[in-house]
């Protein structure tokens, strides 16, 4: 059986996070494991064979930390080379027009009588609230509070489930910080009156991407410039902990004790390991579906970033002009490929069907849509989705009937998002500490501490930074404990810094 002290499952962001950590401290006996060929986790990046590249949902890179940003620089590099800075342009596809995001501060934008019940409904909640003397008890509550139930109707709630595949009212709102802007009543008033939009909300207003492999580039990257070879091992699937032993048990029947675990294992799994069904149903998630598609032409849609859609004629929330991040996204212009179908395969019908062997040039765009599952509130129709993405697409006027499609990608994550159910906090705080301090487990990362408001690439990542720093030295975890503080007014963590002293050549750097 081998033996570490320090053992880290999952590389994704938070365990490389750790990895890079101990590197970066001289810890030598330790192992990073995972169950993919490579590494990424949940930020990884796949290529279709007609060479368009897909995240697994719409990621971009924002930071809260010095410690990230270094890390991600050493391992990619500096400059327009590596790096494309984009100005967040995003809209709220409904009523049959672009609603400049964030929606609740842009409903001037909306049909006089839609501009008018948000109107209302916000002076209500304003009087409302001000009366209120308890803290609202669910995410539908807050959403009243704050935005009223003309702006809760029209956008909010059907937006939220098409997000989250559960009621709002199932959600706390403790979660929320600065993912979610609040209405100021008296500049929406204004912006109506004055026929204005503004979209300058958020931490991500401004953002980069790399310019080569996607997002699972900068991870396969840091993996292979910040973390040593020998210290990585992949396809090994781990499928059981006993805890009592420290040790890990893989589905090729081999053993890996442990001192210290920092686990990104889904925490539901993890706690029916370890016999605590009780608290494993408590806990809820959505699963993703990523559907990508691959198009020959020019985008049509300029310099939009990503897009939101509440109403029901597509059954995604989100898509992302992914071409628009970065030129090595899609295959060259003078790539050669066929037509596989036509956007629409009725008018494709009526044309007679299309010539599918002779191979054209570009030049080639491509959007990526992301589609929420729930078993209980929102199923999905494995065999159809990708269909109804599809047509999605042409009923919000993201692509035209008549447009040449070259390349479909299709994958689900049952593990998508991490829900803040209303029974959420109560599992952690009983859940996380009893894994630590009885079995010294460090359950850590979007899905092993499920706490979605930093669940973020950078947050993920300094979450396993932190963990180490815990295990090594018992030092307080401040993401994890204190995400209102992390995420306070977009402030950035100055304190812990990434260098690399000792460069590593891995061979496939």
């Given at each position: 059986?081998?033996?570490?002290d320090?053992?880290?499952?999952?590389?994704?962001?938070?365990?490389?996070?750790?990895?890079s950590?101990?590197?970066q401290l001289?810890?030598?006996?330790w192992?990073l494991?995972?169950?993919a060929?490579?590494?990424?986790?949940?930020a990884?990046?796949?290529?279709?064979?007609?060479?368009?590249?897909f995240d697994?949902?719409?990621?971009?890179?924002?930071s809260?930390?010095d410690?990230?940003?270094?890390?991600?620089?050493?391992a990619?590099?500096?400059?327009?080379e590596?790096?494309a800075?984009?100005?967040r342009v995003?809209y709220?596809?409904?009523?049959?027009?672009?609603v400049?995001?964030?929606?609740?501060?842009?409903?001037s934008?909306l049909?006089?009588?839609?501009?008018i019940?948000?109107?209302?409904?916000?002076?209500d909640?304003k009087?409302?609230?001000?009366?209120?003397?308890?803290?609202?008890?669910n995410?539908d509550?807050?959403?009243?509070?704050v935005?009223?139930?003309?702006?809760?109707?029209?956008?909010?709630r059907?937006?939220?489930?098409?997000?989250?595949?559960v009621?709002t009212?199932?959600?706390?709102c403790?979660?929320?910080g600065?993912?979610v802007?609040?209405?100021?009543?008296?500049?929406?008033?204004?912006?109506?009156l004055?026929?204005?939009?503004?979209?300058s909300?958020g931490?991500n207003?401004?953002?980069?991407?790399?310019?080569?492999?996607?997002t699972?580039?900068?991870?396969?990257?840091?993996?292979?410039?910040?973390?040593?070879h020998?210290?990585?091992?992949?396809?090994?699937?781990?499928?059981n902990?006993?805890a009592?032993?420290?040790?890990?048990?893989?589905?090729?029947?081999?053993?890996i004790?442990?001192?210290?675990?920092?686990s990104?294992?889904?925490?539901?799994?993890?706690?029916?390991?370890?016999?605590?069904p009780?608290?494993?149903?408590?806990?809820?998630?959505?699963?993703?579906?990523?559907?990508?598609?691959?198009?020959?032409g020019?985008s049509?849609?300029d310099?939009?970033?990503?897009?939101?859609?509440?109403?029901?004629?597509?059954?995604?929330?989100?898509?992302?002009?992914?071409?628009?991040?970065?030129k090595a996204?899609?295959?060259?212009?003078?790539?050669?490929?066929?037509?596989?179908?036509?956007a629409s395969k009725?008018?494709q019908?009526?044309?007679?069907?299309?010539?599918t062997n002779?191979a054209k040039?570009?030049?080639?765009?491509?959007?990526?849509?992301?589609?929420s599952e729930?078993?209980?509130f929102?199923?999905v129709?494995?065999?159809?989705i990708?269909?109804e993405?599809?047509?999605g697409?042409?009923?919000t006027?993201?692509?035209?009937?008549?447009?040449?499609?070259?390349?479909?990608?299709?994958?689900?994550?049952?593990?998508?998002?991490?829900?803040?159910?209303?029974?959420?906090?109560?599992?952690?705080?009983?859940?996380?500490?009893?894994?630590?301090?009885?079995?010294d487990?460090?359950?850590r990362?979007?899905?092993?501490?499920?706490?979605?408001?930093?669940?973020?690439?950078?947050?993920s990542?300094?979450?396993g930074?932190e963990?180490v720093?815990?295990?090594?030295?018992?030092?307080?975890e401040f993401?994890?404990f204190?995400?209102?503080l992390t995420?306070?007014?977009?402030?950035?963590?100055?304190?812990?810094?990434?260098?690399?002293?000792n460069?590593i050549?891995?061979?496939?750097?």
């Open positions: 059986m081998e033996e570490y320090i053992v880290i499952v999952g590389a994704g962001p938070t365990g490389l996070g750790a990895a950590r101990l590197h001289g810890h030598t006996n192992l494991v995972d169950s060929p490579e590494a990424g986790g949940l990884c990046t796949d290529v279709t064979k007609e060479g368009f590249l697994m949902g719409g990621h971009v890179i924002f809260h930390y410690y990230f940003d270094q890390l991600i620089d050493a990619v590099g500096t400059g327009k590596h790096w800075v984009h100005e995003s709220v596809w409904m009523r049959d027009r672009w400049p995001y964030p929606f609740q501060n842009n409903v934008a049909p006089v009588q839609d501009q019940n948000c109107i209302t409904g916000l002076v909640a009087v409302n609230n001000a009366l209120a003397k308890n803290f609202p008890s995410f509550e807050w959403i009243m509070r935005m009223g139930e003309g702006i809760a109707n029209i956008f909010m059907p937006y939220n489930f098409k997000v989250w595949a009621p009212t199932y959600m706390q403790s979660w929320l600065e993912r802007a609040t209405a100021n009543v008296n500049k929406v008033v204004e912006n109506v004055r026929n204005k939009t503004e979209s909300w931490p207003a401004v953002f980069r991407f790399p310019q080569h492999g996607g699972g580039g900068i991870w396969k990257a840091v993996a292979n410039k910040c973390v040593p020998e210290r990585q091992r992949y396809n090994v699937n781990v499928t902990i006993d009592a032993n420290h040790v890990l048990e893989t589905q090729n029947g081999k053993k004790k442990y001192n210290k675990l920092l990104t294992i889904p925490l539901d799994i993890t706690l029916r390991w370890l016999g605590k009780e608290l494993a149903d408590r806990l809820h998630y959505s699963s993703s579906h990523i559907i990508g598609i691959g198009l020959r020019v049509p849609h310099n939009k970033c990503w897009m939101y859609y509440p109403e029901d004629d597509c059954p995604f929330y989100r898509c992302t002009v992914f071409s628009h991040y970065a996204n899609v295959p060259a212009d003078d790539a050669m490929l066929p037509t596989l179908r036509l009725a008018i019908d009526q044309q007679g069907g299309i010539d002779t040039p570009g030049p080639y765009w491509s959007l990526m849509f992301e589609v729930s078993k209980k929102k199923p129709n494995l065999e159809t990708v269909e993405t599809i047509q697409a042409i009923n006027k993201m692509i035209a009937s008549t447009d040449e499609i070259v390349s479909i990608y299709y994958r689900r994550l049952e593990h998508g998002y991490p829900t803040p159910c209303l029974q959420r906090d109560p599992v952690l705080n009983e859940a996380l500490p009893w894994l630590k301090n009885t079995y487990i460090w359950s990362g979007r899905f092993g501490a499920y706490k979605y408001e930093v669940a973020n690439q950078d947050h990542c300094c979450m930074v963990a720093d815990s295990i090594l030295f018992g030092a307080k993401t994890l204190y995400p209102s995420n306070e007014g977009g402030s950035k963590n100055t304190d812990m810094k990434y260098t690399l002293k460069p050549t891995n061979g496939n750097a």
